[in-house]
């Protein structure tokens, strides 16, 4: 069965520093796809990123980046600098199969918060 | 800016009587997906379509909810009776029809049964 598990429940962090948000997975297909979502204090959730399973790039957009390593079946988020309006809970998330959209499985959730 | 809207965006409604929320999903998207989300269970899901049609909906209490989409352009989750346990926030997400997986979200439906 999948099963997505965010550790960290709350994290806080003082503006500036580099704070790493982890994830781990577990699933039986050899298929599937990674998500991190942002939902900010106003409530609605912000997709940041996707990342399939053949693809363990790490990626880096602007004071973010993800890293996948599929032998630790972790997709861990690093924000690098990070600032007041970045304080949100992210949600990492997992979705099997092909053939389209299909239904996402998500972690509980990390709160983060940075002071000024 | 394509969005998902979801209405009522708040809705406070007393035990036992029947709560309909709407989404829209954005023009285009086949895949629509109904989630709920309590502080104890977190983000779950409860039911979803493509191209209007049921795949799954094994997350809903068969009982007293109930989802459908009349058209391409509406999709409603009623629950009949509510209970204050169904107090929490419900999200519609859609997804478009090639591979991609991304789901946009819509600004959900804060309901609270009293």
């Known amino acids: 069965a999948q099963k997505v598990t965010q550790a960290q429940t709350e994290i806080s962090v003082v503006e500036k520093e580099d704070v790493t948000l982890d994830c781990v997975y577990e699933t039986r297909d050899t298929t599937y796809y990674l998500f991190w979502y942002k939902q900010p204090p106003s409530g609605e959730l912000v997709f940041l990123i996707r990342?399939?399973?053949?693809?363990?790039q790490n990626e880096i957009s602007g004071r973010y980046s993800w890293n996948f390593q599929k032998s630790t079946s972790s997709f861990n988020f690093t924000i690098t600098a990070s600032q007041v309006v970045d304080s949100a809970v992210y949600f990492c998330?997992?979705?099997?199969?092909?053939?389209?959209?299909?239904?996402?499985?998500f972690g509980k959730g990390t709160k983060l918060t940075v002071n000024p | 800016d394509a969005r998902v809207t979801q209405t009522p965006r708040h809705k406070v409604t007393e035990m036992g009587q029947e709560v309909t929320m709407r989404c829209q999903p954005i023009?285009?998207?086949?895949?629509v997906f109904w989630y709920r989300q309590t502080m104890m269970q977190g983000l779950e899901l409860l039911a979803y379509f493509r191209n209007r049609a049921p795949l799954d909906d094994s997350g809903m209490p068969k009982d007293r909810f109930s989802a459908e989409m009349p058209d391409a352009t509406l999709a409603t989750l009623k629950i009949q009776p509510s209970e204050p346990r169904d107090s929490a926030v419900y999200f519609c997400?859609?997804?478009?029809?090639?591979?991609?997986?991304?789901?946009?979200f819509g600004p959900g439906t804060r309901l609270t049964v009293t």
């Open positions: 998330a997992l979705s099997e199969g092909q053939g389209g959209s299909e239904k996402l499985v």
């Open positions: 997400a859609s997804g478009p029809p090639r591979v991609s997986y991304e789901q946009y």
């Open positions: 990342r399939n399973s053949f693809d363990e």
């Open positions: 023009l285009g998207h086949n895949t």
